[in-house]
């Protein structure tokens, strides 16, 4: 039997930190972190066009910080800030149910969004939908982020009903590095799924962006984690 560890979970607290910074205890603590699943998975179905790449979640007791990390970020602000105004409102109707929560909703660039697994993986995807021929997408993709400075390695796993087979099966095409039991190694990963008309197609992204071996940077990032006071595991 294969075991299958997600990369960054396989490296929190070493080279890498979590996406949901906030402490709670008991039933708060499972409200909280369902909610944060739901803020989430809303998000990337309602900005799917917009190529976010992360979303982070800071909790104060009554400040709830969304931070989004897009390719596009001129998409979600919109003409003027009417788009981030209006997705503001939105969030606040649909998960903010406890009166005195104010909420911070920031939009961050991701300076190179073909570095980004996630984006990738939904550019990928996007692909997949338009029934343009799997090899080729995933070759295009590879060769794309292959070009980007700093990455090191790259790898593309395809799942399913591929150009729409009879029989599901899986495609795995990679290029470069991808030590995945290297701790010290940065490997991003990013996933999704392509909605066609013949089934679901699962897209997975690993990109190396190389070893850290600043162990000063490491060392203030668990510093850091420690003063939040956070035993909440990101998703």
């Known amino acids: 039997m294969g075991q299958k560890v997600h990369p960054k979970a396989f490296r929190l607290g070493v080279i890498s930190s ?9 039933r708060r603590y499972a409200q909280m972190l ?3 699943v739901e803020i989430r998975k809303f998000l990337r179905n309602k900005l799917r066009d ?6 982070e979640i800071d909790r104060n007791p009554n400040i709830l910080a969304i931070t989004l990390h897009t390719g ?16 503001r409102r939105v969030i606040e109707k649909k998960f903010l149910r406890t009166k005195g929560t104010k909420l911070n909703l920031s939009i ?13 993986a939904q550019n990928i995807a996007l ?3 338009r029934r343009l021929p799997f090899r080729r997408t995933m070759r295009r993709a590879l ?8 990455v090191v390695g790259a790898k593309v796993a395809l799942s399913g009903r591929l150009d729409g087979a009879e029989i599901a099966r899986r495609e795995i095409l990679s290029r470069g590095k991808i ?17 066609t008309t013949y089934g679901t197609v699962g897209v997975k992204v690993w990109i190396n962006h190389g070893e850290v071996f600043n162990t000063d940077e490491i060392q203030k990032s668990k510093i850091k984690n420690q003063n939040d006071g956070v035993p909440h595991r990101g998703t």
């Open 50 to 55: 917009a190529s976010v790449a992360k979303v």
């Open 108 to 120: 961050k660039e991701v300076e190179h969004p073909l570095s980004s697994a996630q984006i990738v």
């Open 179 to 195: 030590p995945m039991h290297t701790l010290r190694t940065n490997i991003e990963f990013g996933r999704t799924v392509a909605v």
């Open 34 to 36: 369902r909610q944060d």
């Open 127 to 129: 692909e997949i939908e």
């Open 72 to 87: 596009k970020p001129g998409v979600i602000i919109g003409r003027g800030g009417s788009g981030a105004e209006e997705l």
């Open 18 to 26: 979590w996406d949901s910074k906030w402490f709670a205890r008991g």
């Open 143 to 150: 060769e794309q982020v292959m070009k980007t400075s700093g």
